[in-house]
């Protein structure tokens, strides 16, 4: 199982940013997947997931409205739409395989994104 992040990078506030996650070594559209980003010298926090199929998605209340999770099986890949970003949006941003809820088994390196003007 291999998890690739990409797409991050410096992104003024109030711009837009696409996250991606290439998954490869399973069968990528029987599972559930997750953001979570984690800021310097803070815990990691769980941003969004979508189900299998992309059919239901779930928000952070800190991204909710301002991020789109979004999957594109044929492709294997996982998507992260970042609109209005603001500076508290920094963070390295990792995708994650879910085993059950609440409960994941693979994890990217990650992607740093970084807001600022």
């Known amino acids: 199982v291999q998890l690739v992040e990409s797409g991050g990078g410096l992104v003024q506030p109030g711009g837009s940013l696409r996250l991606s996650c290439a998954a490869s070594?399973?069968?990528?559209?029987?599972?559930?997947m997750n953001w979570f980003r984690q800021a310097p010298g803070k815990r990691p926090e769980w941003v969004s997931a979508?189900?299998?199929?992309?059919?239901?998605?779930g928000y952070a209340e800190t991204v909710k409205g301002r991020f789109t999770i979004s999957r594109d099986n044929a492709k294997n890949t996982l998507y992260l739409q970042m609109n209005s970003p603001k500076p508290e949006d920094t963070a390295l941003y990792v995708c994650?395989?879910?085993?059950?809820?609440?409960?994941?088994?693979?994890w990217g390196q990650g992607t740093q994104d970084t807001v600022s003007s």
């Open positions: 070594g399973f069968t990528f559209s029987s599972y559930d």
């Open positions: 979508i189900n299998n199929d992309g059919s239901a998605t």
């Open positions: 994650a395989r879910s085993l059950a809820p609440s409960s994941y088994d693979y």
